[in-house]
């Protein structure tokens, strides 16, 4: 009797895995089967690298999109990367136990604020400045990638902390033994032995912002052209199909489903770069 | 806890899950009936706030009927009616796309163009022509029309704004500059030049306020006499589009904003009336 | 010796100062929206409906839409992914197809949420016919927290040590039960907390949400009914300049609901620390 019920168990258990997987799959599925097409009646290499993007005459580059997302991401990483490390490797070495109790709820409040807010105190608070002091619109890369960086911090700082406290306490112990003071242990022997992990926190840092999407519309001004320049005005691959997306049909819709599968494609990449290096060191995320 | 394991001892269902499911139902139920008394506006920003405060009106007076309102564009209008997500699309457009052929198009008000700088900029007037040569990017200075040194910041809105195909279409046909920055409605659009002292902008009439100043176009100002007239030219219809047959709840409202309290009430915030 | 000393006194310098740094960037955000937005919070901000568009009154509806929304897509996606990992970590060996779906679900935790917003417009607004409703908005949320859901769930199952398991089955009991009765309420840590992470950033979505459950500030009366969040009337009311004082009085509202949301988290998980101590 109960190992009739645990079959049925297992059977029904199996339809919800199966459903489940089902339901993600056909996102999948759809994206893809909107935007294939597409890339194949316009030409990858014209869709990649055509800086033209004017939907109503089927002109459909989005060159300096890709340009734009990258460079905000880097931008983003730029600032985000040290100051994220700086603290983890901080709090970790040489910082009191009992700060690192009180930093992390911090932290993970600020990584918990909406992007929305921090879009709205880019508007009000940096794109000014930058327009003040830089010059330009002051709805640029520049702010973008400020914005995005204070928005990775939290996501780099975690996974950093975390690398470094994988780090088995015998590597410190070992090189303290050896005569090096302490930052010289963390310089050349923890760091070492944590950078697999902190690399693939930067990763996962750079998939979080080349898919962030409110907080880069309200502070990058969004326009479609080439960015030159950090102070220069420019749209993202994700501002683009937000701003589009509302009526955009037939190939203007397959292009921005196309242009899912070039962002999935690229996170995709990042992932699972991400997933091997911590694999490989034995941090299971 | 409880939802993870709904079947209890005798393998009946935990009394929790019952309630889900009965509210579950319930409110899939409720919404079949709703379906038939709820009217989804979807479409121009522009008009939005204006269709806000007349669905506030209307849901008051009519508490069985349930209006609500979208924004998007008015490109987003015209789509939704078309695919039924809306059952009435606003489009503020000076001409109707040939998509919107099969849409039924009713003009519920008017609205005039306001070009808008920021306070503090001295110049107070353009001509069509400077108007759209700085739009096109040709004009790069504000010294190139009587204004201080400084790169123009030319604002603007995405390519499925009525606001953006009116503005370009009356100006005469012409490929924005690459360099515009693009924000999605009006109100952002009043938000970007108020911050901006060096920028340009357009929006619908209605909403200028104290934070930017409307300039002259060809020496005439953007007031609702001037736009009346005819004199002030960056004027364009809004339309109601539907589909097919409408359902009396979407033509109870539509009769309400061409009546005389609906039309009063849009006149009041600065639209013009439909005639 | 004293170089490496100085130079060590240079290294922890600037490390702590761009700790203050982080630290004074984080208080200065959490300040500048509580300070202006502390202010609004009233009965009547917090439990009454706009009027006039939104430039006065309150928020409650959209208090309403968010809660609705976000248990609503949670309430979709914990069974479905908790069950799912259940089956891939309690029934299934360690395999090729195993080890696919997980990089599925990876793959998809890291899509960017405009990509679902764009699907859930396209398919279930649109195609579905469900228009800007709650029912589309709580539809596309789950698809987004679900790979998340499945995954941390997948690793709370796998920390239950085998041992346990095996324990279980000595005793006779059933796989199901097993799992009923050890594996998971030892794995409801790992499972809340990807729950609670899941709930934090279903509040703060706002993309995805505009394009699917639309942004009408009324109650909503039915599944179908278009509703606000928190997040996009914040969105509206800022960017568009329609009322300062509202729009910080909301942002301050989000904030205190992260906290609220993070410090929950921590007082269950000191809960289920201690209860397994015990």
Known sequence: MKRASDKLVERLLLAIALTTILCLLVIAVFIFKEGLPFIFKIGLGDFLFSSDWRPDSGHYGIFPMIVSSLWVTLGGLLVGAPLGMSGAIFLSEFGPPAMMRFVKPAIELLAGIPSVVFGFIGVMVLAPFIRAVAGGPGLSVLAASIVLGVMILPTIMSISIDALASVPQSYREGALALGATKWQAVRMVVLKAASSGLLAGMILGMGRAIGETMAVIMVAGNAVKMPTSSLDSARTLTANIALEMGYATGMHRQALFATGIVLFIVIMILNGMAGSILKKRGHLR | ?????????????????????????????????????????????????????????????????????????????????????????????????????????????????????????????????????????????????????????????????????????????????????????????????????????????????????????????????????GKYRLVRPIYFLTLGASTPAVKGFIDYVLGPAGQASIVADGLLPAT | MSAHTTSQRIAVGVLAAATALTLTVVGVIIFFVLEKGLPQLSWAFLFTGPKDMGKAGGIFPAIVGTLLLSLLAIGISLPLGVLTAVYLSEYTRESALTKAIRFGTDCLAGIPSIIFGLFGYVFFVTTLRMGWSLIAGALTLAMMVLPTLIRTSEEALRSVPQSWREVSFSLGATRWETVRKVVLPNALPGIVTGVMLSFGRSIGETAAVIYTAGSSFRMPRSAFDSVRTLAVHFYLLAREGISAEKAYGTAAVLVLSVLAVNLLTYALMNRFIRRRSR
């Open chain 2, 1 to 229: 806890m409880i939802l993870l394991f709904p079947k209890g001892r005798a393998g009946r269902l935990h009394a929790p899950t019952w309630v889900l499911l009965a509210s579950v139902i319930s409110m899939i139920g409720s919404a079949c009936a709703g379906r038939a008394g709820a009217v989804t506006l979807a479409g121009s920003t522009a008009f939005q706030p204006f269709a806000e405060k007349l669905a506030e009106e209307y849901n008051s007076a009519h508490p069985e009927v349930n209006v609500t309102v979208q924004g998007g564009g008015s490109a987003l209008g015209i789509s939704a009616a078309l695919n039924g997500a809306a059952q009435i699309g606003m489009a503020d457009l000076v001409e109707l796309p040939a998509d919107a052929a099969s849409l039924k198009a009713t003009i519920v008000a008017r609205d005039g163009i306001a070009v808008v700088v920021n306070p503090v900029n001295k110049v107070s007037s353009l001509s069509m022509v400077q108007l759209k040569e700085i739009y096109a990017g040709n004009i790069r200075d504000w010294k190139d029309v009587g204004g201080l040194s400084g790169p123009i910041t030319v604002v603007s809105r995405e390519s499925g704004s009525g606001t953006r195909s009116s503005f370009e279409t009356i100006l005469g046909k012409f490929d924005l500059t690459r360099d515009a920055i693009i924000q999605d409605s009006n109100g952002t659009i009043r938000e970007t030049v108020a911050n901006d002292v060096r920028s340009i902008g357009y929006l619908s009439y209605g909403l200028v306020n104290q934070k930017i100043k409307a300039i002259t176009v060809d020496g005439v100002a953007c007031t609702t006499e001037l736009l009346l007239s």
